[in-house]
T-cell receptor
Framework: GAGVSQSPRYKVAKRGQDVALRCDPI?????LFWYQQALGQGPEFLTY????????KSGLPSDRFFAERPEGSVSTLKIQRTQQEDSAVYLC????????????FGDGTRLSIL | SQQGEEDPQALSIQEGENATMNCSYK?????LQWYRQNSGRGLVHLIL?????REKHSGRLRVTLDTSKKSSSLLITASRAADTASYFC?????????FGKGTRLHILP
């Protein structure tokens, strides 16, 4: 496909479970970003990859959050021992070059923790 | 933390009118971008203005940038129902961009 693809679109998990969210960026895009968006707020930066290198993970809320992009394309955001405050939309974006070029977003994964 | 702040938080106007949204930011920038987000969807890039530019046009969109005031405005002319969405400004920090909280625009038929 031509755009950024995220799966699943919706995820419901019980508190304490682990979840994994997937992002397929646009082919050839070097940079990949993960954001967390609470209802009525703007996206909050979580982490950033350039190819397979995770250059910035300063936005990850806790050590329960882990992201990887082992081959420089698909990325996975994993949340361990989920808490209710993890409920949010998780957005993935990619860009052709460096971080402050226009970004292309997926439609996000809406995560609900019961 | 968010660097940009949009104003107003919400705006309702009649179809055909012009809509103006403002953004203020805190630190120096390389560029400023505006994005649109329809309900339940990802963000869509609208326009990028560089720090050495003062005004930029794209179709019905006009963006201004005043680096001395650390502010930008987005004007949508002749609004349409399809313009109903949230609009975010985004500024760069290091090698990433930081979004504001957005303006929710509602176009009334």
């Amino acid at each position: 496909g031509a755009g950024v693809s995220q799966s699943p679109r919706y995820k419901v998990a019980k508190r304490g479970q682990d979840v994994a969210l997937r992002c397929d960026p646009i082919s050839g895009h070097v940079s990949l970003f993960w954001y967390q968006q609470a209802l009525g707020q703007g996206p909050e930066f979580l982490t950033y990859f350039q190819n397979e290198a995770q250059l910035d993970k300063s936005g990850l809320p806790s050590d329960r959050f882990f992201a990887e992009r082992p081959e420089g394309s698909v990325s996975t955001l994993k949340i361990q021992r989920t808490q209710q405050e993890d409920s949010a939309v998780y957005l993935c974006a990619s860009s052709y070059a460096t971080g402050y070029q226009p970004q292309h977003f997926g439609d996000g994964t809406r995560l609900s923790i019961l | 933390s968010q660097q940009g702040e949009e104003d107003p938080q919400a705006l309702s106007i009649q179809e055909g009118e012009n809509a103006t949204m403002n953004c203020s930011y805190k630190t120096s920038i390389n560029n400023l971008q505006w994005y649109r987000q329809n309900s339940g969807r990802g963000l869509v890039h609208l326009i990028l203005i560089r720090s050495n530019e003062r005004e930029k046009h794209s179709g019905r969109l006009r963006v201004t940038l005043d680096t001395s005031k650390k502010s930008s405005s987005l004007l949508i002319t002749a609004s349409r129902a399809a313009d109903t969405a949230s609009y975010f400004c985004a500024t760069n920090r290091d090698d990433k961009i930081i979004f504001g909280k957005g303006t929710r625009l509602h176009i009334l038929p």
